[in-house]
């Protein structure tokens, strides 16, 4: 005779034992994300432990050096915090990066102009080289084969054309990151990034069929004007401290009244005055924002979240 166990058993006994341990034990390896969310990723593995005098945290921070690791204890709280020491470190590196290429930028720069004043007799000769569309890059090329040869004329070509390569590079990547940031689009998947690539890239490609002379003076009165500005925010950000402001005030006040002259004197893209009437008016631009700087900039009192 066969004997069968209860139907609620179903066909094994141990049937029951296997839906329990689903059941009981069903989302303990999520078990972090069911307490945290989206912030399970981000948590430390924590044990606290009862000691006789107090408890005992162990927290498991792989990775993490000590200074990098932060405690706090505030109205009976612990607040333990991990942050890696890349931006910090990155930080440090700021001004020998960006403010020493602008050095070595502006000192090629120089080293140009005075090879183009040298190498020629006089202007009209230079004007000649340039030929009628003002090509540069055919003075480049004459001065650097002429003075160092097949081989090394094509270095220093190479070493002319890395500069508006990189800040080429530079100017699509940061219209990427702040158009992304401004409308809050993610840029770690790479397709989000290609969504905003690409479309900067065909305007860029429809900004080589602009006559380059044109495009040219644009760029310069707009590269200018952005410096001017910055110039004017770090001095106040300095003045608002009570540091030496002058090391950025009198920057500013220089680009300011040189943008200004140019875009009043400039007949194709500004206004047309007369030069003696440019420099007025620039310089007198240069005094105003000096002395709003100086007024309106001594009236706003430093925050204490702000730091040099």
Not at 36 to 53: F, P, Q, S
Request: with cysteine; proline share 3%.
């Amino acid at each position: 005779m066969s004997t069968y166990l209860p139907t609620v058993f179903g066909e094994n006994l141990m049937d029951v034992f296997d839906d329990f341990d689903r059941n009981f034990f069903r989302g303990w390896g999520n078990v972090d994300r069911e307490l945290y969310g989206k912030h399970a990723r981000h948590m430390m593995k924590t044990d606290v432990k009862e000691v006789e005098n107090g408890y005992e945290v162990d927290i498991d921070l792989p990775g993490f050096k000590k200074d990098e690791i932060t405690l706090e204890l505030k109205d009976g709280y612990l607040t333990i915090s991990a942050q890696k020491s890349i931006e910090k470190d990155n930080e440090k590196h700021g001004r020998k990066i960006f403010y020493g290429a602008m050095i070595a930028e502006g000192v090629i720069g120089l080293i140009w102009v005075t090879l183009g004043m040298s190498f020629y007799s006089d202007t009209a000769a230079l004007a000649a080289a340039l030929g009628p569309k003002g090509n540069a890059a055919l003075v480049v090329n004459n001065i650097s084969v002429e003075l160092l040869g097949v081989f090394g004329g094509a270095l220093a070509v190479l070493g002319v054309v890395v500069l508006p390569v990189t800040s080429g590079d530079t100017a699509f990547r940061a219209a990427r990151l702040t158009i992304a940031d401004a409308i809050g689009y993610d840029q770690r998947p790479h397709k989000n990034r290609l969504m905003i690539a690409v479309p900067l890239f065909v305007v860029g490609v429809a900004l080589n069929f602009i006559p380059f002379g044109m495009l040219w003076r644009y760029f310069g009165f707009a590269n200018q004007a952005l410096a001017a500005i910055m110039l004017w925010a770090a001095a106040a950000y300095l003045l608002h401290r009570g540091k030496f402001h002058w090391i950025a005030s009198v920057p500013a006040c220089f680009m300011t009244a040189v943008s200004a002259v140019y875009i009043c004197f400039e007949k194709t893209m500004g206004f047309g005055m007369s030069y003696e009437l440019s420099n007025i008016v620039g310089i007198a631009i240069a005094l105003i924002c000096f002395a709003l700087l100086l007024t309106a900039g001594r009236k706003v009192q430093p925050t204490d979240d702000l730091s040099v």
